[in-house]
């Protein structure tokens, strides 16, 4: 686009340099035309019904009359014009004027009116030269209007792309920073859930040995709950005193009252330690109830944040 505009730009310059100069070029065949037409009508038909060859010769000088005169004058300024102008063109017609002139005249021939044709024809050649630079001149200017119409154009969709390139670019910015959240945010969600997994790994191996240990002695108490009961269930024995009597050797009994304590100590035992199961099982639920919600949704946000840097 730059080089055709260029082009056309020095196209342009080249061609209002040689309008002016084939403006001058015309002005100076016409102005010696008209003289011509206006100066030599006269001489010429003095000097071309009779045939005068003798007189050049005898002088040796070819300016006799004013006709010689207005030749001269003609010639020199078609080449004062061609020095001028740096036109090779009207060097060549000057060059062609004086040898008409000169054979012209020795043929008895009336040069002036070849010389009229000669410019005539010279007129009518830059005539045509200069139409058909005009024609390219309209050409390139029409293709310069073209083209700036095309830069506009074009520079409005730079514009416009510019405007998109620097959203895009400000949009790029903000997402970048919310990557960077987003992961942030996940390497904390996975940490915390790695130390709830451990705490959560911790708390149920507790559950398990209290479990443990809490039905080994529920069993062991309930155990020994049924034995004493077994024992003591059946009553102490009956003494009958008797006044007459000699007393008996002293025999063993059942120790009924501290029986009776132990059992009682035993129950309440049974009681804290069924208690203490029932509430370790109660905690146990609730912890793993809490940690398959947190974790679902530590998952779901997970998921969703990963699709977010995705």
Not at 79 to 102: D, N, P, Y
Not at 171 to 193: G, M, N, P
Request: net charge negative; hydrophobic share 40%.
């Amino acid at each position: 686009l730059e080089t055709v505009r260029g082009d056309c730009m020095t196209t342009a310059a080249d061609h209002e340099a040689t309008l002016a100069a084939r403006k001058e070029e015309l002005t100076a065949l016409a102005e010696a035309k008209k003289m011509l037409l206006e100066t030599t009508s006269g001489a010429a038909a003095q000097t071309y019904a009779l045939v005068q060859l003798n007189g050049a010769t005898a002088t040796g000088s070819s300016l006799h009359t004013s006709a010689d005169l207005a030749k001269a004058e003609v010639v020199t300024l078609v080449k004062r014009l061609a020095r001028e102008h740096h036109s090779a063109a009207l060097a060549q017609l000057a060059s062609r004027i004086a040898a008409v002139q000169q054979f012209g005249a020795s043929a008895g021939q009336d040069p002036f009116a070849k010389v009229k044709a000669m410019i005539t024809e010279m007129v009518a050649k830059l005539e045509a030269e200069a139409g058909a630079d005009a024609t390219e001149k309209a050409y390139c200017d029409e293709q310069l209007t073209k083209t700036q119409e095309k830069k506009e154009e074009l520079q409005f969709d730079l514009s416009k792309l510019t405007s998109k390139i620097d959203q895009a670019s400000s949009r790029s910015v903000s997402l970048k920073a919310d990557v960077k959240q987003f992961q942030s945010e996940l390497a904390a969600l996975t940490k915390s859930q790695a130390e709830m997994d451990k705490i959560r790994y911790e708390t149920h191996a507790d559950y398990v040995t209290a479990k443990a240990e809490l039905e080994q002695g529920l069993e062991g108490v309930r155990k020994a709950l049924s034995i004493l009961r077994d024992y003591y269930g059946s009553g102490a024995a009956m003494l009958q005193d008797s006044a007459e009597q000699p007393a008996p050797p002293q025999k063993f009994s059942k120790a009924g009252g501290v029986g009776t304590s132990i059992i009682g100590i035993l129950e309440v035992v049974e009681s804290d330690f069924a208690k203490s199961l029932a509430k370790e099982e109660t905690e146990e639920e609730d912890a793993e109830s809490e940690y398959q919600k947190i974790s679902q949704e530590n998952k779901i946000s997970k998921t969703m944040k990963e699709q977010d840097v995705k």
